[in-house]
């Protein structure tokens, strides 16, 4: 039977007259191929596993619990037995290479629907994508009576690019609970993100319980509560205050969090940041520095002088010493407990924005190198990375790190998360070592999406279509084989609660998801767009909040020989926008944008919003005169 459903999919392919369609599923599938007919769901629909398994049968309950919200509820029958209307959903009997171990096949005809998958992956991707052709919540007559659902019939045979598809939150600058991580998750899963690297440590927190060394979250941990943007606006601790903003995760919560995130196909990555960003730990243990030095868990304040080219100073040491035994006996013991901790492949090791100044200070450093024939400060770091690299093997995981643990020659069996752009990707798999791509000009998700007026600025932007110009494998790679894939980062020095990290996530986590699952050549921004706005009244629906920057003008100020010229622009062909440069509000009742204007002269400023079917969209652009001249390129 399970043979005759595998044959059955092959079949539907060649006897139906297919038709081209649209659809609004993210990550956008490798094959969809819709017919002329449509699956109404009621309660005459039942619910049939094709395959014996307590993952399927956990991943179906999920399904069910969801259905349920909408109001269907399916009856599960056992067996398979003939029935009018069915959701069946099993394992290939032999796999289909094709699908891979994440690729699923689903059928929806107008009399049920078919979901086969090679593995409990592949079929919990092909739940997340039924999910995404139903609606959340149904309309109901005036009489009271619900509409049903109705799905038009199609064919998806769909499988990801890369096996790695990540996104990297930073609970250590703001704590994030338990249940908003879990939040986090869900969202994640989604979306078919698989990978959660989990930023545990740095400067201004350590997050995770390590039993042998109980300061580590004792101290460690906690900081003195500031408010306002991290750098010079925040006071530095001190002595006399006591550190109450912060927390952690026990081990307990950690092992929780992991089974959660198993059940939703997402592997863990835990961040344990050294020998740099490592203040928090020197809080606890100051004896595994070269000063030896009293200090506090940073609050955000400035302690870096940053030069630009990568150059900076830290006026705190938050290194550990690379010279000293004791520092390495203590991480043999701290990743011995990671690694017991954390079920998957990889541990993260940090690896970046090392300053070396104290150790090029420290006479025992200097007479550890001279010794060891170690020449300057990066083959130091590498010396570092290198012992870390063992450590970490010893316990049965695989090192990854930013791409610094380059400098001075990278460890063997080492992999690179290339974050400074692609430059130290390619030379890793030059060197035939595994990579992550994660530039940070298209993956870094706490840059600036929208206009400076309506969004906090920062050091860099990054809007939702670069985002979705990502493209993980660059020209000239030697072995694309050896790319894992990519991941966005969500650092949270501006991103103090779950929901801002939500609305700083999405909709650039979509733009990223499609780059990882979907093909290259199936690239389409204008289908994109469209796509991500049916998505977001499904977070409105969910109450979850959401980055609509892509709605409002994006505008480009230039000079045209003397006079200051502004363009507006927006990816939506049925929206409309209006400005006003002279002072007037609102701006409804402003000039329609039809192409370039001049900005005259004067204590004025530009105002500008968009508009669909006459009801504003988005928020309001006010942006004086003097701002305008200054983004001038």
Not at 314 to 339: H, Q, R
């Amino acid at each position: 039977m399970k043979r005759f459903y595998s044959l059955l999919i092959i079949l539907l392919f060649f006897s139906h007259s297919m038709v081209r369609a649209q659809h609004q599923i993210i990550p956008a599938p490798v094959s969809y191929e819709a017919s002329e007919g449509s699956l109404i769901i009621d309660q005459n629909m039942s619910l049939v596993l094709l395959s014996e398994s307590d993952d399927l049968s956990r991943q179906v309950e999920f399904l069910k619990s969801d259905l349920k919200e909408i109001g269907i509820n399916l009856s599960q029958i056992t067996g398979d037995s003939t029935i009018v209307k069915s959701l069946r959903i099993g394992f290939h009997e032999t796999a289909l290479d094709t699908l891979g171990n994440e690729g699923y096949q689903l059928v929806i005809e107008e009399g049920g629907i078919l979901l086969m998958a090679n593995t409990k992956a592949g079929t919990f991707n092909g739940i997340q994508t039924l999910k995404q052709l139903l609606p959340l919540s149904r309309t109901t007559s005036e009489e009271g009576v619900v509409a049903p659902i109705e799905i038009q019939t199609c064919i998806i045979e769909d499988f990801p690019r890369f096996g790695w598809r990540g996104l990297m939150l930073d609970v250590s600058r703001h704590f994030f609970t338990v249940d908003e991580v879990k939040a986090y998750l869900d969202q994640m899963a989604a979306y078919k993100m698989n990978v959660f690297h989990w930023h545990l440590t740095d400067d201004q927190g350590w997050r995770i319980e390590i039993k042998t060394f109980p300061k580590l979250t004792e101290v460690g941990a906690w900081r003195v509560e500031r408010h306002g943007k991290f750098g010079a606006g925040r006071a530095a601790p001190k002595k006399s205050e006591k550190a109450t903003y912060g927390g952690f995760y026990t081990q307990e919560q950690i092992k929780d969090v992991i089974a959660y995130a198993a059940e939703r196909n997402i592997t863990i990555v835990p961040e344990i940041d050294v020998p740099g960003h490592s203040m928090a730990l020197l809080a606890a243990y100051p004896q595994y520095s070269t000063k030896k030095e009293y200090k506090m868990v940073n609050p955000g304040a400035k302690f870096v002088d940053w030069y630009g080219n990568g150059k900076f100073k830290m006026n705190i040491e938050n290194t550990l010493n690379p010279a000293d035994p004791a520092v390495y006996a203590f991480l043999d013991m701290l990743f011995g407990e990671v690694a017991d901790l954390f079920p998957g492949e990889y541990i993260h090791m940090g690896g970046d924005e090392a300053y070396h100044g104290y150790w090029e200070e420290d006479a025992k450093v200097q007479e550890f190198m001279a010794k060891n024939g170690i020449e300057d400060g990066k083959a130091l770091q590498s010396y570092f990375v290198k012992r870390v690299e063992k450590i970490i093997s010893s316990k049965g995981k695989k090192m990854i790190g930013w791409d610094e643990i380059l400098d001075g020659g990278l460890a063997d069996g080492a992999a690179v998360m290339s974050w400074r752009g692609t430059k130290g990707g390619i030379e890793a798999v030059g060197l035939g070592h595994k990579v992550v791509m994660t530039p940070n000009e298209f993956t870094y998700l706490d840059f600036t999406q929208g206009d400076y007026s309506v969004e906090n600025k920062i050091y860099s932007d990054l809007s939702l279509k670069k985002a979705y110009s990502f493209e993980p494998v660059p020209d000239f790679v030697l072995d694309p084989e050896l790319i894992l894939g990519g991941q966005g980062n969500l650092w949270t020095e501006a991103v103090p609660s779950i929901s801002y990290a939500f609305y700083m996530t999405y909709p650039r986590a979509f733009a990223i998801s499609e780059a990882l699952w979907s093909t290259k050549e199936s690239k389409d921004w204008e289908g994109f767009v469209r796509r991500t706005e049916s998505h977001f009244s499904r977070f409105d629906q969910k109450g979850i909040n959401v980055a609509k920057t892509i709605y409002e003008p994006e505008v480009r100020v230039y000079n045209e020989g003397r006079k200051l010229m502004c363009e507006l622009k927006n990816p939506f062909e049925d929206i409309e926008m209006y400005y006003a440069i002279d002072n007037a509000y609102p701006i409804a009742t402003g000039i329609k944008y039809e192409g370039p204007f001049e900005i005259p002269a004067g204590d004025l400023s530009l105002r500008a919003q968009s508009f669909r079917d006459g009801n504003s969209i988005g928020r309001l652009l006010h942006i004086s005169r003097k701002d305008l001249e200054a983004r001038v390129k």
